[in-house]
C-alpha cells in the first residue's frame, strides 16, 4: 500500500510517497518517493494514492525538509525504501555518500559503481541519477558535470542551483 502526503516548500509543492506492506504497522512505513509536483518523472499513478499526512514517517519529514530549508546541516536519517533495479539501488547508495555542501561529478558516481564490479558509462549513471525518485533526501542535486557546470536535475535548474546556494556552495559554473 503507498500512501501520500504534501509539503510546501521555499522551492514549491513536494508530493511524498511511503510504503507499508499489509498488515504492517504504521510506525514501519518508509518513504519511496519524494517530488517536486511539476518535475520531471513524476509518478503517473499518484492519484491512486491514499492521502494519510498524518502518517509517522510523514510527521518527521515535515520537520526534515522545514529543518533542511532552514539551512539546518546535521539532519536525522529517514526510512528509504527506493524503489529500482539493483544498479539504480547502487547508484542511489553512493548518492547518501556525498556529505551535505560538497558536490561530486557523474564521471566520479560511475567510478565508484565500478568500484561494485560494475562497468557502466557515465550515461548509465547519469540516467539512475535522474530517475531518483527521493529528491534532495537522496542528494542527487550535488552531482554536476566534469566541468563544474550545473546539468541535469529532474526538478530543474533553477531548484538545483537553489539547493546548492542552500548549502553553501556558491562557486559553480553557469
Known sequence: ???KSAFDSKLGKILAAASLPDGTAE???ELCGLWFTDQKYFPSDSKGWTNKPGLPV???LGIWIDDYFAGKK????LPLSPQGTAFQ?????????????TTCTYGEIAKKVRGNNVNPPV??????????????????????????????YAGGLERKRAL???EGIYTLKQ
Not at 546535521?74 to 536519517?77: E, G, I, N, V
Not at 539501488?89 to 555542501?101: A, C, D, H, M, R
Not at 548509465?124 to 563544474?148: F, K
Open 27 to 29: 510506525t514501519k512505513a
Open 74 to 77: 546535521k539532519l536525522p536519517a
Open 89 to 101: 539501488q547502487t547508484v542511489w547508495n553512493i548518492l547518501l555518500e556525498i556529505p551535505y555542501g
Open 123 to 152: 550515461r548509465a549513471a547519469a540516467g539512475a541519477i535522474g530517475h531518483n525518485p527521493i529528491s534532495i533526501i537522496i542528494p542527487c542535486h550535488r552531482v554536476i558535470g566534469a566541468n563544474g557546470s550545473l546539468t541535469g
Open 164 to 166: 546548492l546556494e542552500l
Open 58 to 60: 510523514f510527521q518527521k
Open 1 to 3: 500500500m503507498v500512501f
